[in-house]
């Protein structure tokens, strides 16, 4: 989505701000690789894994990018051109709801955060979203590639299913970042 919205991936800054979950594991074991500087916010007790973040520090120096670990959601979106977040209670995680909730106070993402990003923000979550992590301002902004991120990821899906079920082979090139 964001190699489609702004032409390329290399030298975006992505700001993840919210739990240190399994979207952002993804997220931090391929953005060096793509030339994408990655600053991630969270709260004390649910960073990222450690053993994700010294494999992302290691990214990060071999394809010379930058890596941000804060507590602090508006440093973390300081100059980022795209805001990300996920829900911050998985499925399994419905007794933690309350500890959560406290846990994340003050990250919810807003214009007021988005004033910290570059011009050219924009915003993704996996969804389904709930209201405490992004407000409904950002949410349903111009600047929320949402629902292009939930086509692009149909396709992906789709994409994966037809070469898992058949014996197909690309015949196209692929595609270079």
């Not at 911050?88 to 406290?102: H, R, T």
């Not at 899906?157 to 970042?177: E, G, N």
């Amino acid at each position: 989505t964001c190699q489609e919205h702004y032409g390329g991936l290399n030298g975006l800054t992505i700001a993840w701000i919210g739990d240190g979950n399994n979207v952002v594991h993804s997220i931090m074991t391929s953005a060096a690789k793509l030339g994408m500087h990655l600053r991630i916010a969270a709260p004390k007790g649910f960073e990222p894994d450690l053993r994700i973040t010294k494999i992302t520090e290691q990214y990060s120096k071999e394809y010379g990018t930058k890596l941000l670990l804060t507590t602090d959601p508006l440093e973390a979106a300081d100059g980022a051109n795209v805001l990300v977040t996920d829900t911050w209670i998985s499925m399994g995680q419905e007794e933690e709801k309350k500890e959560k909730l406290k846990a994340f106070q003050g990250y919810q993402i807003t214009m007021q955060t988005a004033k910290s990003a570059a011009s050219n923000w924009t915003f993704l979550h996996c969804l389904p979203r709930k209201p405490e992590e992004v407000d409904d301002e950002v949410f349903y902004s111009p600047r929320s590639l949402v629902f292009q991120e939930a086509e692009n990821r149909k396709w992906t899906i789709m994409a994966v299913m037809v070469s898992l079920l058949t014996d197909y082979s690309p015949r196209l090139q692929k595609p270079t970042f």
